[in-house]
């Protein structure tokens, strides 16, 4: 009830390629998903978040698409760079919990020049 | 820079030992989590506190506590350390409850 599950667990893309990375959640308690990006020995930096009530959220090259029906979100990034090659996590928040996130494993993104 | 501050960078120690580890949040914000990211087990929350009260609590061993001091600055207390517990801590701020969390840098600590 408190996982959220995120595949792939690695990707490999071609620069300029679109890497989607996607998550599940079975918690309807959930009403706030985040996406963090985090390079080797830094930690997690917030890339796009999203409420339940949108279906899309769109910054620069980063949207998020959201399907509440399906518990499910995921993270397409257009035009993707070498500079994106990261790990990436989704997350989700209890409404009423304090505000500790629940992470998905993560998604190890490669992109190729 | 995300204006999270935690010390030491790295702590490497042995089987048995106890540490303390370090988190000053942002400027303003008044919540404080800690994390555990280890390979086995990814990021998992493990604590949160809010204006110096323990707000959430996670999948914290026993052997582990927290406390956050009245400048808000927090401390994560681990003892009778094993070798399991080899993981990257972060720590993370947010101005009040159910915001943004900005996460610090890390404290990796290997236990021998």
């Known amino acids: 009830q408190q996982q959220v599950k995120q595949s792939p667990q690695s990707l490999i893309v071609q620069k300029g390629g679109i890497s989607i990375i996607n998550c599940a959640y079975e918690n309807t308690a959930f009403d706030y998903f985040p996406w963090y990006q985090q390079f080797p020995g830094k930690g997690p930096a917030l890339l796009i978040a999203i409420r339940p009530d949108v279906s899309e959220k769109k910054e620069g090259r980063f949207t998020i698409s959201f399907n509440k029906s399906a518990k499910q979100f995921s993270l397409h990034i257009m035009d993707s760079q070498p500079g994106d090659s990261a790990t990436y996590f989704c997350?989700?928040?209890?409404?009423?919990?304090?505000?500790?996130?629940?992470f998905g494993q993560g998604t190890e993104l490669s992109v190729k020049p | 820079d995300s204006g999270v501050t935690q010390t030491p960078k790295h702590l490497i120690t042995a089987t048995g030992q106890r540490v303390t580890l370090r988190c000053s949040p942002r400027s303003g914000d008044l919540s404080v989590y800690w994390y555990q990211q280890s390979l086995d087990q990814g990021l998992q929350f493990l604590i949160q506190?809010?204006?110096?009260?323990?707000?959430a609590k996670g999948n914290i061993l026993e052997r582990f506590s927290a406390q956050q001091f009245p400048d808000l600055h927090s401390e994560l207390n681990l003892s009778s350390l094993e070798l399991g517990d080899s993981a990257l801590y972060f720590c993370a701020s947010s101005r009040l409850l159910q915001e943004t969390q900005y996460f610090g840098p890390g404290t990796r600590l290997l236990v021998l």
């Open positions: 506190y809010y204006n110096g009260e323990e707000r």
């Open positions: 997350a989700a928040r209890h409404y009423n919990q304090g505000g500790k996130l629940i």
